[in-house]
């Protein structure tokens, strides 16, 4: 891949509302796990929800009134992005590609809700434009009057990876100068979390501080998070001319399917393995040494993180010793569409600092992993090829290759 600036950041998070606030936080190991309102007596729900957004400091009232919480998300995020990256957008040369997976289902619901008690009258008449999935790009495009590419991406949690991706091959093809791109997600429900316990994807611990612990052997589980994360992507030569600070380079990407089973990896974590070789090959890379660090998927799921720590090992061999490796989830839970975005910032941040921000929570790593969980404390690490993984219900495993601008 001809290499792509990353010219402007974004993020709406549990742990900070600006890219600012979620660096610092993300390095002093803070989380956003909170007690859900659902809770039962002596079996407390943790969720981790972005805290007192305002739509109002962000958009216009009646696109907050026509727009569902994945969408305000998506397009502060888009704002903080573009304003960050400064200078004009083409109208028509440039795009938006977002990633979503529960997109207005909180809305849907919520709207079933008021017709089973209220009536019909109760509906709101705006549903339809609060729910589709495209509503989130559609409205960073609306927003900025643009013409150029417009598409949703919907893998789960690999989706905001996928979306940067893709966008990225946009922009190398020709397609578009500058790409909006990320992933957005809203999808904290009573339903969705039961659901969640039922199915066993999680044993809520007593502590909110130990409710997700990647790659720890005491994990119970994914902690549903929200909020969304975004890039301003730009033809490095675009970027160039017009004088813009570059964060970094998309310089490799792949995404694949397992074909396995619907909600598990498959175990020897093969396919895995097989996008982060994909990945680092697009990228041109020598070999897995030349990566610095890696932004782990960790869901805090025994299955899920035991099957990426095998695929680390066997891509890294030798060198995963020395290679740092780090989970947001610790942090803002799993934000699902949006992770992978969250992730990439997380590593642009170490890059910029050489350091990479530590994993909340966790304090006693599995055993199975042969590389540098870093907890605690930030460790140094001097980042020039970041690898960044999203693996996500439906075999859908995507892996991206930043590296320094």
């Given at each position: 891949?001809r290499?792509?600036?990353?010219?402007?950041?974004?993020?709406i998070?549990?742990?900070?509302?600006?890219?600012?606030?979620?660096?610092?936080?993300?390095?002093?190991?803070?989380?956003?796990?909170t007690?859900?309102?659902?809770?039962?007596?002596?079996?407390?729900?943790?969720?981790?929800?972005?805290?007192?957004?305002?739509?109002?400091?962000?958009?216009?009232?009646?696109?907050?009134?026509?727009?569902?919480?994945?969408?305000?998300?998506?397009?502060?995020?888009?704002?903080?992005?573009?304003?960050?990256?400064?200078?004009?957008?083409?109208?028509?040369?440039?795009?938006?590609?977002?990633?979503?997976?529960?997109?207005?289902?909180?809305?849907?619901?919520?709207?079933?809700?008021?017709?089973?008690?209220?009536g019909?009258?109760?509906?709101?008449?705006?549903?339809?434009?609060?729910?589709?999935?495209?509503?989130?790009?559609?409205?960073?495009?609306?927003?900025?009057?643009?013409?150029?590419p417009?598409?949703?991406?919907?893998?789960?949690?690999?989706?905001?990876?996928?979306?940067?991706?893709?966008?990225?091959?946009?922009?190398?093809?020709?397609?578009?100068?500058?790409?909006?791109?990320?992933?957005?997600?809203?999808?904290?429900?009573?339903?969705?979390?039961?659901s969640?316990?039922?199915?066993?994807?999680?044993?809520?611990?007593?502590?909110?501080?130990?409710?997700?612990?990647?790659?720890?052997?005491?994990r119970?589980?994914?902690?549903?998070?929200?909020?969304?994360?975004?890039?301003?992507?730009?033809?490095?030569?675009?970027?160039?001319?017009r004088?813009?600070?570059?964060?970094?380079?998309?310089?490799?990407?792949?995404?694949?399917?397992?074909?396995?089973?619907?909600?598990?990896?498959?175990?020897?974590?093969?396919?895995?393995?097989?996008?982060?070789?994909?990945?680092?090959?697009?990228?041109?890379?020598?070999?897995?040494?030349?990566?610095?660090?890696?932004?782990?998927?960790?869901?805090?799921?025994?299955?899920?993180?035991?099957?990426?720590?095998?695929?680390?090992?066997?891509?890294?061999?030798?060198?995963?010793?020395?290679?740092p490796?780090?989970?947001?989830?610790?942090?803002?839970?799993?934000?699902?569409?949006?992770?992978?975005?969250?992730?990439?910032?997380?590593?642009?941040?170490?890059?910029?600092?050489?350091?990479?921000?530590?994993?909340?929570?966790?304090?006693?790593?599995?055993?199975?992993?042969?590389?540098?969980?870093?907890?605690?404390?930030?460790?140094?690490?001097?980042?020039?090829?970041?690898?960044?993984n999203?693996?996500?219900?439906?075999?859908?495993?995507?892996c991206?290759i930043?590296?320094?601008g």
């Open positions: 891949m290499d792509v600036a990353i010219t402007g950041i974004g993020v998070s549990c742990i900070g509302q600006s890219a600012e606030d979620y660096f610092r936080n993300l390095d002093a190991g803070r989380h956003g796990v007690a859900a309102p659902w809770s039962e007596p002596g079996r407390t729900a943790w969720i981790a929800p972005v805290q007192d957004f305002d739509p109002a400091a962000w958009m216009d009232p009646r696109v907050a009134d026509g727009s569902a919480t994945f969408t305000h998300y998506a397009l502060a995020a888009a704002i903080q992005a573009v304003r960050d990256a400064g200078g004009e957008l083409d109208p028509e040369r440039t795009g938006v590609v977002l990633g979503v997976t529960m997109a207005g289902a909180h809305a849907l619901l919520d709207a079933q809700h008021l017709l089973e008690t209220k019909p009258d109760a509906v709101p008449r705006k549903l339809n434009i609060q729910v589709w999935p495209n509503m989130a790009a559609a409205q960073v495009a609306i927003h900025y009057g643009l013409h150029g417009l598409l949703t991406v919907s893998t789960a949690c690999a989706s905001s990876l996928d979306a940067i991706g893709s966008a990225a091959r946009m922009i190398a093809s020709g397609e578009a100068d500058v790409i909006i791109a990320g992933g957005t997600e809203h999808g904290l429900s009573p339903a969705l979390a039961y969640q316990r039922s199915y066993g994807m999680s044993s809520p611990p007593d502590r909110a501080d130990r409710a997700s612990l990647p790659f720890d052997v005491h119970a589980g994914v902690v549903e998070g929200a909020g969304a994360a975004v890039v301003v992507l730009e033809n490095a030569e675009h970027a160039a001319a004088g813009a600070h570059v964060y970094g380079k998309v310089a490799g990407y792949a995404s694949l399917s397992e074909g396995f089973h619907p909600s598990s990896p498959d175990p020897s974590g093969r396919w895995e393995a097989e996008t982060m070789r994909r990945a680092q090959r697009d990228a041109g890379l020598p070999g897995p040494e030349a990566v610095d660090a890696v932004i782990a998927h960790a869901t805090a799921t025994p299955a899920g993180d035991l099957a990426e720590a095998q695929a680390l090992n066997e891509v890294f061999g030798p060198h995963a010793a020395e290679l490796v780090m989970s947001i989830k610790g942090h803002v839970g799993h934000t699902g569409s949006a992770s992978g975005a969250m992730g990439l910032l997380a590593g642009l941040y170490g890059m910029r600092t050489g350091t990479l921000a530590p994993t909340a929570g966790t304090t006693d790593v599995l055993p199975e992993a042969r590389f540098h969980v870093v907890t605690g404390a930030p460790a140094k690490a001097g980042i020039d090829v970041l690898q960044v999203g693996f996500g219900f439906g075999g859908q495993d995507a991206l930043a590296t320094r």
